[in-house]
């Protein structure tokens, strides 16, 4: 089956170094989504592309959060510089154009900001 | 605005019981589309059912079923004869038309443990 490959799984680092997370959708999805998940805030969406043009990034924090599409094959949400609160469970999706289509989630990427 | 709320936080069963998972939706679109996902311990997010605004009809796959109610903006997940491996978060989601995107608004999930 395939899958959304999210890169790293688990990611630990100190306060105000830089985070790279990296996502690879599905082959022929042309949507690609950001969320993050957090106890408090549950499952929010940060930022989301349709072929490879970023649609909406409101939910992302624009100082320091930045998200980009390279190519089709490679997603990025990048920090800088990175603050504890910002420790939470990255997930990319990828589904294809069109609100009934489900989409497909990555395993996340377990961030924390010491 | 959209929003979804699922008003059980958690819920403990013994294996072979049946149970339900209450989804509410808000949203003044007359199209939209509904999900659940499953979230088990490991993490990952697992696509379980789409059902759309037009399409009132329940639905049974397995020992799940999902009940959509248009009436009550109700789009409520049942397992029946619950498995120790049903134990996971389950979160309902709403989303928004293709011309806002097709992003998903999640409700805050319902935690559920099924215990031998």
């Known amino acids: 089956d395939a899958r959304v490959t999210q890169t790293p799984r688990h990611k630990v680092t100190e306060m105000g170094q830089e985070v790279t997370m990296r996502c690879q959708p599905i082959?022929?999805?042309?949507?690609v989504f950001w969320y993050r998940q957090t106890m408090m805030q549950g499952l929010e969406l940060l930022a989301y592309?349709?072929?490879?043009?970023?649609?909406?990034d409101s939910g992302m924090p624009k100082d320091r959060f930045s998200a980009e599409m390279p190519d089709a094959t490679l997603a990025t949400l990048k920090i800088q510089p990175s603050e504890p609160r910002d420790s939470a469970v990255y997930f990319c999706?990828?589904?294809?154009?069109?609100?009934?289509?489900?989409?497909?989630f990555g395993d996340g990427t377990r961030l924390s900001i010491l | 605005a959209q929003k979804v709320t699922q008003a059980q936080t958690e819920i403990s069963v013994v294996e072979k019981e049946d149970v339900t998972l209450d989804c509410v939706y808000e949203?003044?679109?007359?199209?939209?589309?509904l999900f659940w996902y499953k979230q088990p311990p490991s993490g990952e997010l697992v696509f379980l059912i789409r059902?759309?605004?037009?399409?009132?009809q329940n639905e049974i796959s397995g020992r799940y079923s999902w009940n959509f109610q248009k009436s009550t903006s109700s789009f409520n997940f049942t397992i029946t004869a619950s498995q120790v491996v049903d134990s996971a978060v389950y979160f309902c989601?709403?989303?928004?038309?293709?011309?806002?995107?097709?992003?998903?608004?999640f409700g805050q999930g319902t935690e559920l443990s099924v215990k031998p």
């Open positions: 999706a990828s589904g294809v154009t069109g609100a009934n289509q489900p989409q497909h």
């Open positions: 082959l022929g999805h042309n949507t």
């Open positions: 592309f349709r072929n490879r043009a970023p649609l909406d």
């Open positions: 949203t003044r679109d007359t199209t939209y589309y």
């Open positions: 059902r759309n605004s037009f399409d009132e």
């Open positions: 989601a709403l989303t928004l038309p293709y011309n806002q995107g097709g992003k998903l608004i």
